[in-house]
Each structure stands twice: as C-alpha cells, then as structure tokens.
C-alpha cells in the first residue's frame, strides 16, 4: 500500500494553511517523505488458480453454443472460446453474466435442452468460487502481510493507552472518525483500509482533540460539589411543589411517594453560582435513598432513573427492584450539559387492573376517555373528576384504595460531580513525567519528545526523528507560545504521523525475512488487544526475546488473561458474529411490545459475552453450535424467564435440558437480525449460518432475485409456505436447497427472538395461527424434524465450524485474505484445535507460532 503522492500532500497542507502553522506543516511532509522511503512496499504479483474446465466446457457445449458460438452469437455474446480466466475484467463479467442467466433460468431458452438443478448448481457454484478466488487474488500480496493503517477502533485504543484515558460517550475517537472499508469481513485488512486527505482532515481534528485533553493548564475549571434535594423541600420549591398535587403522588414530611409519574431535580439541584446543575462534561455520581412498599399484587416495586439527554442510548441511568426498607442507591455515569435534570420514576411493568367493582360513574369516563388499564390512567380520570366537579358521581372507593397499589418512597437525591480520578490527570504526568518545575528547559523538550517517541512509534527512534519534532515545538515558542502549547502541537504532530498510523513493518526486498521483537510485539498486541503493546511486551522486545516461542506462548496466555482482551471480543468477535447487524430493523412496537431499546442492547451484547466467556475460561468454541449454559443480564433473564439474574452485568447460567437458548443461534439477537420487523427471513437466517459458522457464504444471488413477498389479500401462507412456493420455480431451487434449510431449523423464534409454537407477525393471531414447522433436510442429505435435530447434526460437522472459525481468525490476525498457499496452514491449525477441544486459545497459540505471523 502506497501513500499519498507529494501532490496529494500539497492539496492537503493548502486545505489546512488557515488552521496549521507552517512548522507543523513541514513537519508533516517531512514525515510522509521520510515514511514512504523507509516504509515502501513491494507487491507480488498474483499468479494463476489451475482449474479443470472440462466439465463447465461440456455444460456449455451441451446447452449454450448453440446460441452463443462460433456460427451464432445472440446478443453478442460468444461462449465457445470463454476462457477460465477471471482475473481479466471483461472475461469475469461474460461469466457472470452465464451465472445469472442460468440462476434466473433465462438461458438456455424455452424450448431447447434444459439443465438439471444439479447441473446448475454445480457450474453457478463453481463460477462464484472462481470469482472468489479471484477477488482474494487481487486483494492478497502471495503470502505477505503489507503495510496498513491502524482502523478507528485500534486507533481509539492506541491513544487510550498511550495517555491512559478516559472516553466519556461521544468523545472517543472511534465516534468521530468515519468507518473503515471492510473486505473478508474485517476491517483489518490492509487493502480497505486506504488513507485520502479527508481523512487526514479527521485525524488533525482528533489530534487536536486529544492533545487539548492530555495536557491541562491550571486547576480544573469546575471543582467536585455535592448537589442534595431533599424531598421536604418540594413543597417549598414553585417549579415542582405541583407534584404533591399529584392523585397518584403524596408528599409526606421527609418523602415523597410515587404510585406513578415522577420526582425530578429540576429547579432544586443547581451547581454553585450557576443556573444548571451539569457545569461540564464528565463523571457524576447520582444517589437516591429510597424503598418500595407492595401492593395486593405482592410484585416487588421497581425504581427507574432516567436522565433527559438527547440521545436515547444515554436515557436510563439504573432501573433495579428497591428493598422494603431504605437504602442507597448509587449510580456513577457520564453526563454533560445536554442532560439537564433526572428524575426517579416507579415503574408499572405489567400495570394495574381496574376492580370488577369499579362503578358506573368511572366506567362511563372509561367509555369518555378510552379504556383504563393501568393505575396512572384510573388517577388521571379520578383527576379530571375532581376538576371538572362531578357531583352528580363519585369514585368507587375500590379503585380510589391506594393501600391496595405498589408504592416508590424517595427520600431525597443527590448529584456529585465532576468527579477526578487525580489532578492533573495521568496524562499529564505521562507527557510531563518530570513534572512541571523544569516546563521551561529546552532540554526538558527533548527528554519528552524522547520518553514519547519510542511509545508513539512502538520501536525505538533515531535521533533525526526527535530533532524534527523538537524543532517543531520550538519554533511554536519561538513565537511566543507557552510550554504546554508548544508540547501540544508536538503531540499533534506524532499522531498525525504515518509512523503512529500505521502497523510499520519496513521492507525493500521481494523475498520474505523475519519480524524483529518490536514488530512481533505490535503484531501480537493489534491481534489480541487492538491496542499497542505495553511496557512487559516492551522490555520483552528490547531484550530480544519475542522471537522465542516458549515466550511468545506466555504472552498470549498473559495478554488473554487481561481485561484488554476486549479488544479481541469486540474487534474480532462482534465482527465474526456480525452483531453490528442485530438491529438493522427495529421490530414493529404493535406486534411486538416486549422489545424495547435496552433489550436490543442485551441482545447485541449476549453473543459477545458469550464469546468472551469461551476465551476467558478456555472452553471448547463447540459451545457456539451448542451449550447447556450461556450469558444473560437481568433484562434478558426475564426475556428469556430466566429467574435469579440482577443487574446490567451478564452472568453465567445453566440452562434447563429442554432450553432452546444454548448455543448462538439460541441468542435471541440472531433471530432479530434475520428478521424484517414484521416477519421472519428465514433465507436471510440460513445465509448468516452458513458464513458465520462455516465460512461459506452461498453464491450472490441473481440480479433481481427479489425477496420472498409478503401475503396478498384473502392469503395466510407463513414464511416457510411462501419460501417453498418460491423452490418450485426450477432456476430457484439450485440455490435455495443449500440455504433454506438452515433458516427453517430457526423458525421457532419469531421476530425479536422469543420462543414460539405458533406462527404470528404479520397477520397471524391468536390460537388459530398455523403451528411452527422447523423441519428440513441438510445438503449433506440428513434431515431434522426439530430445532433441538438440527443442533445435534450442526455438532456432527465440527472439523468444517472448525475450518470456518481458523480462517476466519486468520484473517483477522494478519491483515490480508487466506490464499491457496495458506491451505496446509490451515489444515494445521485445525488439527491443533481438535487435539485441544477446539478451543480459541489453541487456535491463537497455533497462528502466533506459525511462519505466516512472524514473517514479513
């Protein structure tokens, strides 16, 4: 991968003139110059896939050359001399052209010789594998790793660790950047990952950004204060003394009681000498002192805090089930001025029944103002009674009972903040390590520069390279700037750097050679942090001793055992098991009321616990096909009626013997994704099986294939009737014999995940729906009558999930696509995996230890 040209360069330095000085703008391109002489890559070129074409020549002759030979060529199009050569463009586009007409059953034309299914499916298959291999071809460099750039996600962590920060939501440089190109389903690969001026725009922005947050001047602008509202105080307070006028509110002396609606801060709970009570972004504790008094219904009362930010993702603080006698609830959260006030609210899950006995003077206000349900909508009709002064009718006493209905009493609230870990942060003192009393010594300058360097590049630095950022820093004093902006234009500097962006392993030769320690080191810490390496992979490098396998080995164990191992789960893991997809449809709110924000977020994050469960624990990756346990929080235990699970954190659960939940593709969130909000997808469903657990995605569909439509008018076919309707069309079923028969195994789970006997969405209702049929036959020819069968075949094929999920990691692992020349690597790496129970750490140790991972 080449960097920008000098023109580019220019164009770049010209866009920024107004913004960056010209020292630093030199600095910039003496960096690209510098970097694209020492960094400059050699690309191989790719060589030819043998391939025996007699077999695809004989369909042709058979059925295509009649029409498109050497005596005929309708619509110009000649198959008789189609080579098997799908690396040239033009060549590539004829055959997929002879895939989609035989896919769409368009060729050959009524009335002549027509292929079978088999032999349809068997050219389209072999036509999609050819131009796959072609495409991983021009992708791959023979072997080689080639240069690339750090993706957001590493760059966000790079900087995390190298200044110890902290992201409040929004400000990490992950949100800001704009996404990465993807290919193999990563964005580790260095092909996608291309670096233009608008990005480099992003990146002086972020720069900025963080060199503005590490450095500080002074104390902090806002010290911590303890803001209280005392419930006492409401009815002395004009902006909110209104509450206690509330039906379903009664303000005691000490506390206020909530049988519905809220108490909030606003108006109270100000920071000093200010009108709002969030002066800045930050940390804040919020506590509340509060219990909960039963109703007749015996169910625990359930306290919510919410806070009223923009976004909805930032909303709900804590909502937890509060004990019958007082305590202290505490919440530490990011808030900033955008939040304006929280309030405490009691929650009515399931709501409050109306009494049989409720008379006629409230039933006719029902029939007034639509039919109550719930407690709140009983005290708002009581309310408008009393305002409109009904004497002609009075409230049944039943439902006027408030001893009869759950209550929330809150004693006060209290809001701390901002909060500091330490002052100056750790930061600072990381680019100042000497402290502040030398801020004036240009010698002082240098020993930074020197003491960061080396940390920003990840391998040790040459004199040049710190003589050119100290000049920069002191040209900025030159010209009146102070220490701490003249370090911070340094520090701009080093992270717009290609040497900080990119993963540099410099190379001039065409023949391979051996990583040194620091590259491994880089190697293994992008792998399995998506981070840089710390100070032991540091002292390990500079000791020369990561080339040792035995000491490689450790480090890996050492690295999965930290909680950095994140990076792993959420760089590689959400990106196997695509849950960036989970919620491209939100399911429809009148068909599916059990489905809300919080649980679509448990369900993004259900899949990568469980991954990270496997890692942390060594367990048999066999458990994503299937399991007798896995991971829920309290919010997805009641989804799936799963009792003893508190709190937001996912825990560990044995599952009964007869749960449909283990294993992925028990995860509720898999069955949303293959869904459309209204009905199920279950092509959609088969198609995410085949490439997540066996990396084998299905060949591309025809152009204008078309999705399964939905029910015309006086119809009530399911999903699956509709989907067979389609197989009977010759040309479809070539396809969807390989793919189908994975989504019906899910049928059980409806839209958003829940178990079902019956078919609903759509226009299925009620106890008359047609019953679920989840039976189907495999393309290796065994078939299954049940989702609990189908999982019982899905383990009988664990060498071919093995080979899916160590291509997959291999991928990852090296920034480039597999190619024909990985194969014995890979057959390995399998082995290794099932000699140890096929674990993920046995597949790492495999990779980090094998030549591709530690050649150039």
């Not at 609210?345 to 039919?371: A, W």
């Not at 480090?555 to 196997?576: C, H, I, P, S, Y």
């Not at 958003?752 to 609903?760: N, V």
Request: aromatic fraction near 8%; charge should be negative.
């Amino acid at each position: 991968m080449a960097f920008p040209k000098l023109t580019s360069f220019g164009r770049f330095a010209t866009k920024f003139s107004s913004r960056i000085p010209l020292p630093l703008a030199l600095f910039f391109l003496a960096s690209w110059l510098s970097a694209s002489v020492a960094l400059g890559q050699t690309v191989s070129e790719t060589t030819g896939r043998p391939i025996d074409h007699a077999q695809i020549g004989k369909f042709l002759k058979t059925y295509c050359v009649e029409c498109h030979g050497t005596e005929a060529q309708e619509a110009d199009l000649r198959l008789d001399n189609l080579k098997p050569d799908f690396s040239h463009a033009t060549t590539a586009s004829t055959w997929i052209e002879v895939m989609d007409k035989i896919n769409l059953g368009e060729m050959p034309p009524e009335g002549s010789a027509t292929p079978s299914v088999d032999e349809v499916a068997t050219v389209a298959g072999w036509i999609a594998t050819e131009l796959r291999h072609a495409e991983r071809n021009k992708l791959g460099a023979q072997g080689k790793v080639i240069l690339r750039r750090m993706n957001r996600a590493e760059y966000a962590n790079t900087v995390r660790d190298l200044f110890a920060l902290k992201y409040l939501p929004g400000e990490s440089p992950e949100t800001i950047l704009p996404p990465d190109g993807t290919a193999e389903g990563f964005d580790k690969v260095s092909v996608a990952l291309m670096l233009d001026p608008s990005l480099l725009d992003k990146y002086f922005e972020v720069a900025q950004r963080i060199a503005d947050a590490a450095i500080v001047d002074g104390p902090p602008p806002f010290p911590t204060e303890k803001m209280r509202l005392e419930m006492e105080d409401i009815a002395e307070n004009r902006a909110i003394r209104y509450l206690c006028a509330s039906p379903g509110i009664d303000c005691q002396e000490k506390a206020i009681v909530l049988m519905q609606g809220s108490t909030r801060s606003f108006g109270v709970m100000k920071y000093p000498g200010l009108r709002e009570e969030i002066p800045v972004e930050g940390m804040y504790r919020i506590r509340v002192r509060a219990w909960g008094e039963p109703g007749e219904d015996g169910k625990p009362v359930v306290m919510r805090v919410q806070q009223n930010h923009p976004n909805a993702d930032q909303q709900l603080l804590l909502e937890k089930e509060v004990s019958e006698t007082p305590e202290i609830y505490e919440i530490l959260v990011p808030r900033d001025p955008k939040c304006g006030e929280y309030n405490v609210s009691i929650v009515n899950e399931t709501g409050f029944n109306i009494s049989s006995r409720v008379g006629n003077d409230v039933r006719r206000k029902q029939q007034e103002f639509g039919e109550a349900k719930d407690f709140e909508q009983v005290m708002r009709l009581q309310s408008r009674q009393q305002l409109e002064n009904l004497t002609w009718s009075k409230p049944n006493p039943d439902a006027a009972d408030k001893s009869k209905l759950r209550k929330l009493v809150v004693d006060w609230l209290e809001c701390e903040g901002p909060l500091y870990e330490q002052w100056p942060p750790k930061s600072h003192e990381i680019v100042f390590f000497r402290g502040e009393g030398a801020t004036e010594d240009a010698q002082y300058l240098r020993e930074i520069f020197e003491h960061f360097l080396p940390l920003a590049f990840r391998r040790p630095v040459t004199t040049s390279e710190v003589d050119r950022v100290v000049t920069l820093c002191q040209s900025e004093l030159n010209s009146g700037a102070s220490f701490h902006d003249a370090v911070r234009t340094g520090l701009v500097a080093v992270l717009c750097s290609p040497k900080f962006l990119y993963i540099t392993e410099p190379s001039t030769a065409t023949e391979t050679r051996t990583l040194n320690d620091w590259e491994i080191a880089s190697r293994l810490s992008y792998f399995l942090w998506s981070s840089m390496p710390d100070e032991e992979l540091f002292a390990l490098a500079s000791e020369g001793k990561l080339r040792d396998s035995g000491i490689i080995l450790d480090q890996v164990d050492r690295m999965l055992a930290d909680e950095k191992r994140t990076g792993l789960t959420r760089g590689f893991g959400a990106q196997w098991l695509k849950t960036n997809e989970f919620r491209n449809f939100l399911p429809d709110a009148r068909l599916y009321r059990d489905y809300n924000e919080k649980l679509g977020e448990a369900m993004v994050q259900q899949p990568l616990a469980f991954f990270d469960q496997v890692l942390r624990n060594d367990e048999s990756t066999l458990a994503f096909l299937d399991s007798n346990w896995t991971m829920v929080n309290e919010r997805l235990a009641k989804f799936y009626e799963i009792e003893g699970v508190e709190g937001d954190n996912f825990t560990r659960v044995m599952l009964p013997q007869d749960s449909p939940r283990g294993g992925l593709l028990g995860m509720a969130g898999v069955a949303l994704r293959g869904s459309d909000g209204t009905r199920t997808k279950p092509v959609n469903r088969g198609v995410y099986v085949r490439e997540v657990l066996f990396n084998d995605p299905p060949n591309p569909p025809p152009p204008n294939a078309g999705e399964v439509e939905p029910n015309i008018q006086g119809e009530r076919l399911t999903v699956r009737e509709r989907l067979v309707q389609h197989q009977q069309i010759q040309s479809c079923a070539a396809c969807h014999r390989t793919i189908d028969c994975y989504g019906f195994a899910l049928e059980n789970f409806n839209v958003i995940g829940q178990w079902r006997t019956q078919q609903d969405g759509e226009d299925f209702r009620g106890r008359n729906s047609p019953a679920i049929d989840s039976s189907g036959t495999l393309p290796n020819g065994k078939s299954f009558e049940d989702f609990s069968q189908f999982k019982s075949l899905l383990r009988e094929q664990d060498q071919r999930f093995a080979r899916g999920l160590a291509e997959k990691m291999l991928i990852y692992a090296l920034g480039r696509p597999i190619e024909a020349s990985d194969r014995g690597l890979v057959d390995q790496l399998v082995q290794q995996m099932q000699q140890q129970d096929y674990t993920l750490r046995s597949l790492i140790h495999g990779i980090v230890l094998s030549e591709a991972f530690r050649t150039k």
